[in-house]
């Protein structure tokens, strides 16, 4: 079984200052993929970045970086220069390789404070 | 491109009556999967359809359930409504299934309420 696991319900940070948004998985699959997916007011959820678990190197997307480290099972999101319209539900996601099935985190909720 | 579609946006109904939402997947995208979202719960997997067939099924109770049409659109229907039925529907959709790494793109999802 598959399982996402994010332990911070809520996290705040001052504008233009950076946040980690911490999330750990458990799979026994070794093909997989990983994403954030951050979900604003108007509840659609919008693809933040993806890592695909065979890289080693951390896939950034302009302000935001994630540290993968797959032996620990950790993917966690780094948000840096922080701005207003990064307040949103952020979603940490697994995707097995075989099965294309998504499994999602419970949500971690960031505010930003100007 | 138009993107995901979801009908309605706000639903309420009572205990015991019956529901269908609808969803239209992004022009040319085959596969349509369906969340439920509730606080604390995150999203949970209801189920995936390819193609008219359904492919992926999570662990919901068989009053879910659903269908796909050959124009891709798909429908969800819950029977026998509880008040724990009540969450925020997502509706995402990808181009094919099967091809991993495919970003899912989601509707704006319908809020049920049950009274």
């Known amino acids: 079984a598959q399982t996402v696991t994010q332990s911070q319900p809520e996290m705040s940070v001052q504008e233009a200052e950076t946040v980690t948004l911490s999330c750990t998985y458990d799979?026994?699959?070794?093909?997989?993929?990983l994403f954030w997916y951050k979900q604003p007011p108007s509840r659609q959820m919008i693809l933040v970045i993806r890592?695909?678990?065979?890289?080693?190197q951390n896939a950034t997307e302009n302000r935001f970086s994630v540290n993968f480290q797959k032996a620990a099972k950790s993917f966690s999101l780094k948000i840096s220069d922080s701005q207003l319209g990064d307040a949103a539900m952020y979603f940490c996601a697994l995707e097995i390789r075989a099965g294309n099935q998504f499994y999602f985190g419970t949500g971690t909720s960031l505010t930003v404070i100007p | 491109k138009a993107g995901v579609t979801q009908t309605p946006r706000y639903l309420i109904k009572t205990r015991g009556q019956q529901v269908t939402l609808s969803c239209s997947p992004i022009s040319g995208h085959r596969s349509v999967s369906w969340y439920q979202q509730t606080p604390g719960q995150g999203l949970q997997f209801l189920f995936e359809?390819?193609?008219?067939?359904?492919?992926n099924k999570g662990n919901f109770p068989g009053r879910f359930s659903g269908r796909q049409f050959s124009n891709s659109r798909s429908e969800m229907n819950v029977s026998t409504l509880e008040l724990g039925d009540s969450a925020l529907y997502l509706c995402a959709s990808s181009p094919q299934a099967g091809a991993t790494n495919e970003k899912l793109f989601f509707g704006s999802g319908t809020q049920l309420s049950v009274l």
């Open positions: 799979t026994s699959e070794s093909d997989y993929y």
């Open positions: 359809y390819f193609s008219e067939t359904q492919r």
């Open positions: 890592q695909e678990a065979y890289k080693q």
